[in-house]
């Protein structure tokens, strides 16, 4: 069982900037593929952004260029920072993990980000 505790959302202006953390436990993070999605109020959740084992990284357009994955396997956690905020960004942001060694993934409970216009 893979545990993730987001944080680090909040209410920021148009432009502004914020950094996501998620801290996982449970298994050995270094195994971990890791990925953020967003969930806007009445939409579907969607993929943001993802960091593989090996720390390669891909990312959906709207966060192309504004948003960047990184990954910390000593801290056993991966962030998101997001630059050049837009109100559109506002959605809750969850973690997701999806362990290479086990045919199971994991999530967050969320963290609420809301851009102001």
């Known amino acids: 069982q893979v545990q993730l505790v987001e944080s680090g959302g909040g209410l920021v202006q148009t432009g502004g900037s914020l950094r996501l953390s998620c801290e996982a436990s449970?298994?050995?993070?270094?195994?971990?593929?890791m990925a953020w999605h967003r969930q806007a109020p009445g939409k579907q959740r969607e993929l943001v952004a993802t960091?593989?084992?090996?720390?390669?990284?891909t990312y959906v357009d709207f966060a192309n260029g504004r948003f960047t994955i990184s990954r910390d396997n000593a801290k056993n956690t991966v962030y998101l920072q997001m630059n050049s905020l837009k109100p559109e960004d506002t959605a809750v942001y969850y973690c997701?993990?999806?362990?290479?060694?086990?045919?199971?993934?994991?999530w967050g409970q969320g963290t609420q980000v809301t851009v102001s216009s």
């Open positions: 997701h993990a999806q362990p290479t060694n086990i045919p199971y993934d994991f």
């Open positions: 960091i593989s084992t090996g720390g390669t990284t």
């Open positions: 449970g298994n050995t993070f270094s195994h971990n593929a």
